[in-house]
């Protein structure tokens, strides 16, 4: 849950003009390589990278109205992605 809740607020926040997703999976992936061994393979599959953005997209619904609202450590919108990754 940790992790996606980084990974997911780091695709919220736009540190970037552009390549935000990219830069976030990139760090997702470092993570997880490096405390359980193994990367996020979503994207390697069709079905599995569209529900990556379907969950991604409400996901980030779920921020944004929560954002300023509610204490970060009390976001909400992480956990379904956490259930993908």
Do not use: C, P
């Not at 809740?5 to 976030?24: E, L, T």
């Not at 393979?41 to 599995?48: F, I, S």
């Not at 953005?53 to 956990?79: N, P």
């Amino acid at each position: 849950t940790l992790v996606a809740r980084s990974h997911h607020q780091s695709v919220n926040v736009h540190f970037f003009d552009d390549g935000n997703v990219r830069v976030a999976r990139i760090v997702l992936d470092s993570v997880l390589l490096r405390y359980a061994g193994h990367v996020n393979e979503t994207g390697l599959d069709q079905d599995k990278r569209d529900d990556y953005i379907v969950i991604g997209t409400r996901a980030s619904r779920v921020f944004h109205s929560e954002d300023m609202a509610v204490e970060l450590d009390q976001y909400t919108g992480h956990r379904e992605l956490a259930q993908l990754i």
